[in-house]
T-cell receptor, first 117, second 115 residues
Framework: DTGVSQDPRHKITKRGQNVTFRCDPI?????LYWYRQTLGQGPEFLTY????????KSRLLSDRFSAERPKGSFSTLEIQRTEQGDSAMYLC???????????????FGPGTRLTVL | DQQVKQNSPSLSVQEGRISILNCDYT??????FLWYKKYPAEGPTFLIS?????DKNEDGRFTVFLNKSAKHLSLHIVPSQPGDSAVYFC??????????????FGQGTELSVKP
């Protein structure tokens, strides 16, 4: 099948450690998005890729965060020197969008729950 | 600023009755709206969407209504079933608003359908 998959589903780390999450989008999708969700809130946009190009980053994405999509397929999100405030659900979504086309529907993965102790 | 608002954090409905979830937005540049359903510890699941050129879209038990003049949309679920119990998120985007297509989400409404 295939929907969007994310790995790991859960990650517990100590403050100051680095963590990396992976997202595998739906195979024919050219756009990949990262969102973060904290308790009681809706998901908040972090960044997105069109193929391998990272085209937009939210101001929520501090210097400690970096994302890549090296071959336009899977993506990784790395957080360096984690802080307790980074504890959240990190969601990946993918979609197919044609140039100049209408807004596309994004399909989400199950998320990675990060807990920073 | 909260551009998409869901003012009811929770809603309780009896099985078989109608559930109505509401969402308001402030940015008139939004032209595409979506509803997602989320169970605990899972990612949001797409339910239904509507373009700003329409005022209604229906898919089975789910209907979304859009009132552009009021900047308001609603999701109707008829009949409600216990399996519909989840958190429902409204989201907005648009080609004119931003070419990237990022979604702006509301805070969510937790729906509880009681047998």
């Amino acid at each position: 099948d295939t929907g969007v998959s994310q790995d790991p589903r859960h990650k517990i780390t100590k403050r100051g450690q680095n963590v990396t999450f992976r997202c595998d989008p739906i195979s024919e999708h050219n756009r990949l998005y990262w969102y973060r969700q904290t308790l009681g809130q809706g998901p908040e946009f972090l960044t997105y890729f069109q193929n391998e190009a990272q085209l937009e980053k939210s101001r929520l994405l501090s210097d400690r965060f970096s994302a890549e999509r090296p071959k336009g397929s899977f993506s990784t999100l790395e957080i360096q020197r984690t802080e307790q405030g980074d504890s959240a659900m990190y969601l990946c979504a993918s979609s197919y969008r044609t140039s100049g086309g209408p807004t596309d529907t994004q399909y989400f993965g199950p998320g990675t729950r990060l807990t920073v102790l | 600023d909260q551009q998409v608002k869901q003012n009811s954090p929770s809603l309780s409905v009896q099985e078989g009755r109608i559930s109505i979830l509401n969402c308001d937005y402030t940015n008139s540049m939004f032209d595409y709206f979506l509803w997602y359903k989320k169970y605990p510890a899972e990612g949001p699941t797409f339910l239904i969407s509507i373009s700003s050129i329409k005022d209604k879209n229906e898919d089975g038990r789910f209907t979304v209504f859009l009132n552009k003049s009021a900047k308001h949309l609603s999701l109707h679920i008829v009949p409600s079933q216990p399996g519909d119990s989840a958190v429902y998120f409204c989201a907005a985007s648009g080609v004119l608003y931003n070419q990237g297509g990022k979604l702006i989400f509301g805070q969510g409404t937790e729906l509880s359908v009681k047998p």
